[in-house]
């Protein structure tokens, strides 16, 4: 299956035409007549996907919705459909995030290609997250100790600096930068050193230097 598409639209001939447009391409399709009922069932952030918004319905109205649903943390890609365009919205919809903004009638291509570079992206960002969030597994399990040393060497320190700061003996800041590199799962120095920056723990590390 290519992902999962969810459209809100008012108009349910619109709703139901798409719907069956996407299904022969081969898409799992979700409907929703207002932006509340996608809210009450707010589709899966983690599956693949992306969603096709109608600008103007009653109640929440397209652009409300988004902010809500960056609000309550949704990466989901957000396609925007409208019967009018305005320049105005369109700017406000894509600086917040929006993947793409097409005038109806659709061309089915054109349509396609706008969810399949949504989804392309989401999945992309969900591996980063899924690899960032294993990271910070391996960090969390060094010994207090270890994240010291871990902390000295991304910021380019030598084991002779690292004793001294610590107090200790360089034999014991090698055995400490070998359990360090063996539980961060890496070979050399620049491994840690970008696993540092992708964590954000290096640039925290020299904030507080300066």
Do not use: W
Request: proline share 4%; hydrophobic share 40%.
């Amino acid at each position: 299956m290519p992902g999962f598409v969810h459209i809100v639209d008012d108009d349910a001939s619109f709703r139901t035409a798409l719907e069956r447009r996407l299904r022969l391409a081969g898409y799992c399709v979700a409907t929703y007549a207002s932006a509340l009922e996608l809210l009450d069932r707010l589709p899966d952030n983690e599956a693949p996907g992306c969603i096709l918004l109608d600008v103007r319905i009653p109640g929440m109205s397209g652009p409300e919705l988004q902010r809500r649903l960056n609000e309550l943390g949704s990466t989901l890609p957000i396609v925007f459909l409208t019967g009018h365009a305005d320049t105005a919205t369109t700017v406000q919809a894509i600086k917040a995030g929006a993947e793409d903004f097409l005038t109806k009638p659709i061309a089915s291509e054109q349509l396609i290609e706008a969810i399949n570079r949504g989804i392309a992206r989401h999945d992309v960002a969900r591996s980063q997250r899924t690899r960032l969030d294993a990271l910070r597994t391996l960090l969390a399990k060094l010994t207090p100790r270890e994240r010291q040393v871990f902390d000295l060497i991304v910021r380019g320190r030598i084991n002779k600096q690292i004793a001294f700061e610590l107090g200790t003996t360089e034999r014991t800041v090698k055995a400490h930068r070998h359990q360090v590199m063996e539980k961060m799962q890496v070979q050399s120095l620049a491994e840690l050193v970008s696993i540092a920056e992708r964590l954000g723990t290096r640039e925290a590390d020299d904030k507080e230097q300066g």
